[in-house]
Every structure is written in structure tokens, then in C-alpha cells.
């Protein structure tokens, strides 16, 4: 009897074992929790020349930053799939091999098309999607409603209880302003499958926007502690609540928070969370006149000195950016807004002029320079979109901008970016600035 996927596809193996564990390995990684290394490994092990167990480890050991492992196991994909793999399974290891080698717009461009022969295919119609997605990633402006329409031209291909699709639908709907929509359909997914931490994310996130951080730190509370520690979105959904403990004036809690689940030394989340995670909140904390305890910076520079130390990646760019105007290192920021900088006027920079600018507006910022913070950042606002990540990661900017403007003697640029931000969503810390501003 022929193998099928979890949505129907035919798998090229004999072993009931290998199509079992892989249904199973691809569910585990498309709800990012535990166990899908070890489900994967297994259906190779059943079946040595099944080319998409392959395939989906390695995408596993790309998320990690394990790139030789990547490398190896597309590689052994690929070998195998070229013997006895359907087109289908050719253009998913195909697709893949770009993603996990690094060649982001061959594989953005490879992965739509693939997603128009197969659009069940959800490992890789999942590659464009989310807020560090090829997408999100690619420089555009308008990824957010890309992602919209990328899920809408597929619908009618999932089934109304498909966890995963669900899930995805409404985290792209609310991130591109269908809040309400997408916060529905967020919660259905949810519902749908408990132990899937890319539909808690989803649905946190779907509850930010709609102004209802004390019911996302009350979903986040309630369902964490079943997350394993080692689940790579553990620390970050944490870090969502601890956002909302910002957001109504309790940093106590906040760092309470930071400290449980965020902070290097307790998370196993992946190396792009880790360092966002912590440099935002801690640059939050400081730009909200909250006092950040000793150390925090230093273990957070520790950590990030590891990683995305070549300039490039626009939105590890920007919270490198972050790091070393908080932590007083001039000539590490200066170091990257120069390399951004020929960059961007190199054209091989796929955010473009945006990236630099931000790098140099929170310099200025955090050397209290708040007249030159806005100078630099007010006119390229409207294109942080294209650093990638979500609403809420990107918010950092515009809020380091509102504070520049405060601080800087802006009263009415300030209020007029509160009232905008206000009528987009509700927010205690917007509603007590602008009281404080109107007063």
C-alpha cells in the first residue's frame, strides 16, 4: 500500500515505520516542540533511502545554525531523491537545498512556485510564512500582505481543522491589520492542537495587536509550563508576556520573566530569538526610564559576541545595532553601520539604506542625542518593515523614536505618532504618554 503524508501527498518509501515517524517528525517541526530530531532520525534509520526524512532533518539543523549538518543531510536528500524521488519530492528537496544553503531569493522564488504544483506541501509552503520567514526576510516592504496573499491563494486546498494552516492564516492576517479576524482564527488553531508552540506564538501575537496583553500573559502563564524547556520557542513566548508586564508599568515582573525563561543562560531558543529577545527587552527597559539590574547587558553582549558577527542580516543587524549603542561599544557600531553602509551602496543588501540608518539613530539615542536620533530615523520610519520579524519586534524602533521625540522637545510629532499608534491598538504605556504629553 502506498505511504501518504499527513495532507495526502505520496511518500517514496516501503517502510510502514519511516512514513509513520516522518508523519509524526514533520508535525513536531511545524509545531516547534520537542522530538522531531529524534522522529526524523528514526524514519531514516527505517528507510536509508527515504530522501524527504533527509530533507526535513536537515531544515531542523539549518534552524539551529548547525549549517555542515544541513549540508550533509540535504546533501544525502538529494542524492537519494535524484534515484527514486517523484517530481514532487525533487522540487521539495530541491527548494529546501536552496533555503538551507543560504540562497534565500532562489529559494523564496523556488518555494512559491512549488507551493503553486503543490500547495499541501506544507513543509515547504511553510518556508515563506511566519515572522522569520523567506518572506518576512526577503527586503519588502509589504511581506505582510504578501504572506496574506500567499495563504489565501491556497485555502481551499486545507481543510477547515488543519491545525498548522489555520494557525498560519490568522498569525498573518493580524500581523497585516485584520486583527480581529486573525485573532479567531489564531484561537481555532490553537484549539486545535494545544502542544504547538507556532500556534501559542500565533495567538500571542494575534492578542498584542488587538491591545489584549493581560489576556496573552494569562494564555502564556496557564500554557507554558507545558512547553519543555528545550522547545526553541520556550524562551520567546515568555518574552511575550514579559512585553505585556512593560506595557502596564510592572518591569519587576518583567525581569522576573527575563530571568525564568529569557535570558541566555536559561533558554534553549535559537540564536536570532536569543539575541532579539534580550537585547529589545533590556533596550525597552532602559528607553522606558526602567533601571536594567547590573550584568543583563554584559551577559546579553557575551552571548551575541558568537554570533552574526559579519553584517548582512538586516533584522540581527539592527539588534546588533541595539547591543552596542546600549552597551557603549562605538567602535563595534561603527564597525557595522560602515560595512552596512557599503552594503547598501553595493545594492547587496536586500533591506537597503534602512538598515544603517537604524544602526545610527539608536547610537545617537543612547548617547542622548535625541534631535540627531530623529533626524535620522523619522524619514526612513516607514521602511523598518523591511528588516523582517513581526509588529511587535519591529515596534522597538518606532518606540525608540517616540521616546527621541519626547525627550527631544517634540511634544506634537510625539502625540500625533501616539494617536496613530492608539487608534491601531489599544496600550497602557501609549495611554499614559499621551496623558502625559496632553497634560
Not at 180 to 192: E, M, N, P, T, V
Not at 346 to 359: E, F
Not at 410 to 418: G, Q, S, V, Y
Request: hydrophobic letters at 45%; one cysteine or more.
Amino acid at each position: 500500500m502506498a505511504h501518504l503524508d499527513r495532507r495526502g501527498l505520496p511518500l517514496s518509501t516501503t517502510s510502514d515505520r519511516a512514513a509513520a515517524r516522518y508523519r509524526e517528525g514533520v508535525d513536531l517541526l511545524l509545531s516547534a516542540w520537542p522530538g522531531a530530531a529524534e522522529a526524523l532520525e528514526e524514519a531514516v534509520a527505517a528507510d536509508p533511502d527515504f530522501a524527504l526524512a533527509y530533507a526535513a532533518r536537515a531544515r531542523l539543523h539549518a534552524m539551529r545554525g548547525e549549517t555542515a549538518a544541513a549540508r550533509t543531510r540535504i546533501e544525502k536528500a538529494h542524492e537519494v531523491v535524484t534515484r527514486n524521488g517523484t517530481p514532487r519530492e525533487r522540487s521539495h528537496v530541491a527548494t529546501l537545498s536552496l533555503a538551507v544553503t543560504g540562497q534565500s531569493a532562489k529559494a523564496l522564488e523556488s518555494a512559491l512556485a512549488h507551493a503553486d504544483a503543490w500547495p499541501r506541501d506544507v513543509l515547504i509552503l511553510s518556508l515563506p510564512l511566519g515572522a522569520f520567514g523567506l518572506l518576512a526576510f526577503s527586503g519588502m516592504s509589504n511581506h505582510d500582505q504578501a504572506r496574506v496573499d500567499l495563504c489565501e491563494r491556497h485555502a481551499a486546498h486545507f481543510a477547515a481543522d488543519d491545525w498548522w494552516f489555520v494557525s498560519y492564516r490568522g498569525w498573518s492576517h493580524a500581523e497585516n491589520g485584520a486583527v480581529r479576524y486573525g485573532r479567531d482564527l489564531a484561537q481555532r488553531g490553537f484549539a486545535l492542537r494545544r502542544n504547538n508552540a507556532n500556534g501559542a506564538h500565533a495567538l500571542s501575537h494575534a492578542m498584542f495587536e488587538d491591545g489584549a496583553g493581560e489576556e496573552a500573559e494569562a494564555l502564556i502563564t496557564d500554557w507554558l509550563p507545558g512547553y519543555d524547556r528545550s522547545g526553541i520557542l520556550h524562551g520567546h513566548i515568555a518574552w511575550h508576556a514579559a512585553l505585556s508586564a512593560l506595557e502596564r508599568d510592572d518591569p519587576e515582573h518583567a525581569l522576573r520573566i527575563y530571568a525564568a525563561h529569557v535570558q541566555p543562560s536559561v533558554t534553549a531558543g535559537l540564536p536570532i530569538n536569543v539575541v532579539s529577545d534580550t537585547v529589545s527587552l533590556l533596550w525597552r527597559m532602559q528607553a522606558y526610564g526602567y533601571e536594567v539590574p547590573a550584568g543583563l547587558w554584559d551577559d546579553a553582549k557575551a552571548y551575541a559576541s558568537g554570533h552574526f558577527t559579519k553584517a548582512g542580516f538586516a533584522f540581527a543587524d539592527a539588534h546588533m545595532g541595539l547591543l552596542a549603542a546600549a552597551t557603549r561599544d562605538r567602535a563595534a557600531a561603527e564597525a557595522r553601520i560602515g560595512a552596512l553602509t557599503d552594503l547598501a551602496a553595493a545594492g547587496s543588501l536586500t533591506a537597503g539604506p534602512v538598515v544603517p540608518a537604524i544602526c545610527r539613530a539608536v547610537l545617537a539615542f543612547a548617547e542622548e542625542d535625541y534631535a540627531t536620533c530623529v533626524r535620522i530615523l523619522e524619514p526612513v520610519a516607514a521602511e523598518v518593515t523591511r528588516i523582517g520579524g513581526s509588529g511587535a519586534q519591529r515596534e522597538i524602533i518606532e518606540d525608540t523614536l517616540l521616546v527621541a521625540l519626547m525627550r527631544g522637545g517634540e511634544a506634537a510629532k510625539a502625540r500625533a505618532l501616539l494617536d496613530r499608534r492608539l487608534h491601531r491598538r489599544p496600550s497602557p504605556r501609549d495611554t499614559r504618554w499621551h496623558i502625559l504629553l496632553t497634560a
